[in-house]
């Protein structure tokens, strides 16, 4: 194995292997070959990455630097990351069997992420309170502290980069941890912020497991921040983690998203978002339109393009041009994604298409399942994978019903040209986004997060400001009477 390109943690401004030497395998789920290894981070290597977060926040000049200069060495990263796009593409095409073109869009929108930020706290403003009392108050948004920034595989660049860009930018250190079976990208990106002229400690990677690594993380009275995105259960231990020494969260988690489709939508339009929510990235989406909804008028023409349309998705190799579809993540993964296929004829459903594969890769081909009562598991559990659920209905208020009726709340989607309708609708949806003949746009002003098992709080422009500073009111007599 000593001739596999290897990626160590983070600390301080270097890369380093674990103090204990020890390394973990990093597996290509196309090939199913080991393609890397990465340093496994025990807790005592958690301890060295927060004492260097700590220390730069403390002593050191990043939360010191004026917000200008913050700002250009965040862009002068970003321009790294451009030209460097094709290896992080690669690295994450490689470690998740992710299509290369959708790969190449993920670094841009990392990209993007990290210049918004910058751009943000560059040009944000605090307020002046006004007060008849001969006084006036305003505010400032001070950094945080140290954040701990623990994020999931499916988009493992992109999903680091919205906690890292937003949590640098207003000035706090910073410790990430990639999931262990993405570290690639990440790690990469943390060589370009040391070549960008970073500070030692203000952005340490640590590689490795959820236990030590990540919990070692929530777990440490010196973190003043813990965002997470990743399973609703995780979410649970790490929020009673980071509750032991009261660290706010930040937990955008799991989802069932329901997309509607009302007899007046634009067919083409509707059936081009339907394969989109639920196919891309083999399905392995937060956002994922996994229970989708067509009402009676349209369905059986609907259904009819909407099969072949996932049929005709191509599935292959990652670096094949023409590839739109791949393989799952992992094995692990896999195996729960079958699981839940498995389990569908004897729930009641009907396959309509789709199914796992036959040939021995770690696939399940774009799934379409009919009849399943609605306490099926796979109706009613996220299965995040390219499997995708769908119910006939009637009325505008029974769908909304069903719709809500789930314990997730992140997204939803529907399809309709009467424009009344549209916002009554999006209204009454319980969700934190609701698209309207569209789906995956998003404005970084804007909130993102979920409702229920979805998750707790919102990031996004001033939403990210709120969580990663201290906002304080100074209070100032200016008429003494
Ligand atoms: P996961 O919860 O298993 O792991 C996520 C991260 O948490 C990994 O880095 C993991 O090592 C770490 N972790 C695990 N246990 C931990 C612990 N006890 N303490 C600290 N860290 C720990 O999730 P996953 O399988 O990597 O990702 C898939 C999930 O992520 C799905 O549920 C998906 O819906 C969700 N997700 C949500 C969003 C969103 O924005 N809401 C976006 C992408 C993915």
């Known amino acids: 194995?000593?001739?596999?390109?290897?990626?160590?943690?983070?600390?301080?401004?270097?890369?380093?292997?674990?103090?204990?030497?020890?390394?973990?395998?990093?597996?290509?789920?196309?090939?199913?070959?080991?393609?890397?290894?990465?340093?496994?981070?025990?807790?005592?290597?958690?301890?060295?990455?927060?004492?260097?977060?700590?220390?730069?926040?403390?002593?050191?000049p990043w939360p010191r630097m004026g917000r200008v200069e913050r700002a250009k060495l965040i862009h002068k990263l970003a321009d790294l990351m451009e030209e460097r796009a094709d290896e992080l593409a690669t690295l994450d095409s490689t470690n998740m069997a992710k299509p290369f073109a959708q790969a190449k869009h993920d670094v841009a929108r990392s990209v993007s992420n990290f210049r918004f930020f910058a751009d943000h706290q560059r040009d944000s403003v605090g307020e002046?309170?006004?007060?008849?009392?001969?006084?006036?108050?305003?505010?400032?948004?001070?950094?945080?502290?140290?954040?701990?920034?623990?994020?999931?595989?499916?988009?493992?660049?992109?999903?680091?980069?919205?906690?890292?860009?937003?949590?640098?930018?207003?000035?706090?250190?910073?410790?990430?941890?990639?999931?262990?079976?993405?570290?690639?990208?990440?790690?990469?990106?943390?060589?370009?912020?040391?070549?960008?002229?970073?500070?030692?400690?203000?952005?340490?990677?640590?590689?490795?497991?959820g236990v030590p690594a990540g919990s070692s993380l929530t777990e440490d009275p010196r973190v003043d921040r813990v965002t997470f995105t990743g399973d609703s259960g995780t979410g649970k231990i790490i929020m009673k983690a980071a509750a032991t020494h009261l660290a706010p969260v930040s937990l955008e988690?799991?989802?069932?998203?329901?997309?509607?489709?009302?007899?007046?939508?634009?067919?083409?339009?509707?059936?081009?978002?339907?394969?989109?929510?639920?196919?891309?990235?083999?399905?392995?989406?937060?956002?994922?339109?996994?229970?989708?909804?067509?009402?009676?008028?349209?369905?059986?023409?609907?259904?009819k393009r909407f099969v072949e349309a996932a049929e005709a998705l191509k599935i292959g190799d990652p670096f094949d041009p023409e590839t739109k579809f791949s393989a799952l993540a992992s094995q692990k993964h896999f195996n729960k994604v079958k699981g839940f296929v498995d389990d569908v004829p004897g729930e009641g459903g009907t396959i309509l298409t789709g199914g796992v594969d036959e040939e021995g890769r770690w696939l399940v081909k774009p799934t379409i399942i009919t009849d399943l009562p609605l306490d099926a598991s796979a109706y009613c559990r996220e299965i995040f994978g390219p499997v995708c659920v769908v119910n006939k209905f009637e009325t505008e208020d029974e769908v909304v019903h069903l719709a809500n009726d789930t314990r997730y709340g992140l997204n939803a989607m529907l399809f309709t040209e009467n424009l009344s309708r549209a916002h009554r609708v999006s209204s009454k949806l319980k969700a934190?986004?609701?698209?309207?003949?569209?789906?995956?746009?998003?404005?970084?002003?804007?909130?993102?997060?979920?409702?229920?098992?979805?998750?707790?709080?919102?990031?996004?422009?001033?939403?990210?400001?709120?969580?990663?500073?201290?906002?304080?009111?100074?209070?100032?007599?200016?008429?003494?009477?």
């Open 1 to 60: 194995m000593a001739d596999l390109p290897f990626f160590g943690h983070i600390i301080n401004g270097e890369e380093v292997e674990s103090l204990n030497g020890a390394r973990f395998d990093v597996v290509n789920p196309w090939t199913q070959e080991v393609f890397a290894q990465a340093a496994e981070a025990s807790a005592e290597d958690a301890d060295r990455a927060i004492a260097a977060a700590r220390k730069a926040f403390d002593e050191g």
């Open 128 to 209: 002046v309170y006004p007060m008849d009392s001969g006084h006036h108050t305003y505010s400032e948004f001070g950094p945080a502290g140290v954040v701990a920034a623990i994020s999931p595989w499916n988009f493992p660049l992109m999903m680091a980069s919205w906690k890292i860009a937003p949590a640098i930018a207003w000035g706090n250190t910073v410790i990430a941890k990639p999931s262990e079976d993405t570290p690639t990208s990440v790690t990469l990106l943390g060589r370009l912020a040391i070549e960008a002229g970073f500070p030692p400690g203000v952005l340490n990677i640590i590689n490795g497991y």
């Open 253 to 303: 988690l799991g989802g069932k998203g329901a997309n509607i489709v009302f007899d007046d939508a634009e067919i083409d339009n509707a059936v081009y978002w339907a394969v989109e929510a639920i196919f891309r990235n083999s399905g392995q989406i937060c956002l994922a339109g996994s229970r989708l909804f067509v009402q009676a008028g349209i369905y059986d023409e609907f259904m």
């Open 432 to 481: 934190g986004t609701v698209w309207v003949n569209c789906f995956f746009i998003r404005d970084l002003r804007t909130p993102f997060g979920g409702v229920g098992d979805s998750g707790v709080g919102r990031e996004g422009g001033n939403f990210s400001r709120e969580f990663f500073t201290e906002p304080k009111a100074v209070v100032m007599q200016i008429d003494r009477g």
